[in-house]
């Protein structure tokens, strides 16, 4: 597979040693507060496995699967919650764990979502931002990277279901998607 990547952005190295930096920074900010966090499936998966065993506090995981519509056509921000949560988030501190922020279309769609269920907070902790392609107003808290606009794959992040395996994040070579 990594012939078929341009360049590697991030290494595994990195990817662990900001990871656990945000596992960090995160135990201390949610201290005595017993988080719930959300991974949004699928591509969180390899990131929120990570960040947990980085996590240092008591909390929950619970998981969603989203699938945004036609997102370089759509404009509205529909979003299809295909598998919701297991259970109740009022008066809990969320915190949706994603891999990347994109449009942001997914992540103002989900924190709205949830915000309605009356939780005592939402917060967001995405491990790539890419700020250029931002449609969608966001915030998130913490971001492992910000990334420029190019086809990242690997660590969870796939190009047509493939690559998520792999334990660096990489830039696909153009012949591949073109
Ligand atoms: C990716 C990613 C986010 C979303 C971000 O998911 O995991 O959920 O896109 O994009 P946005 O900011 O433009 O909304 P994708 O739909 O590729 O599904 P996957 O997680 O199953 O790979």
């Avoid at 597979?1 to 290494?11: A, K, P, V």
């Avoid at 945000?22 to 966090?37: A, C, H, N, Q, V």
């Avoid at 989203?66 to 509205?76: A, E, L, Q």
């Amino acid at each position: 597979m990594i012939n078929d990547m341009e360049s590697i952005l991030l290494t595994e190295e990195e990817l662990q040693q900001r990871i656990a930096q945000m596992g960090r920074e995160i135990s201390r900010d949610y201290e005595g507060k017993e988080p719930l966090f959300i991974g949004v499936l699928k591509g969180c998966f390899v990131f929120m496995a990570d960040l947990m065993r980085q996590v240092t506090i008591p909390c929950g995981v619970d998981f969603m699967v989203v699938s945004s519509y036609g997102k370089s056509t759509n404009t509205t921000g529909a979003v299809e919650i295909i598998k919701d949560l297991s259970q109740d988030v009022y008066g809990r501190h969320l915190v949706i764990v994603e891999d990347i922020l994109d449009t942001g279309i997914t992540l103002s769609y989900l924190t709205k979502y949830l915000k309605n269920r009356s939780p005592a907070s939402v917060s967001i902790a995405t491990l790539l931002d890419k700020p250029e392609r931002r449609r969608a107003e966001v915030a998130a808290k913490y971001v492992g990277f910000t990334v420029p606009d190019a086809f990242v794959v690997g660590y969870g992040l796939d190009y047509a279901e493939k690559y998520r395996n792999l334990p660096y994040i990489g830039i696909l070579k153009p012949e591949i998607y073109e």
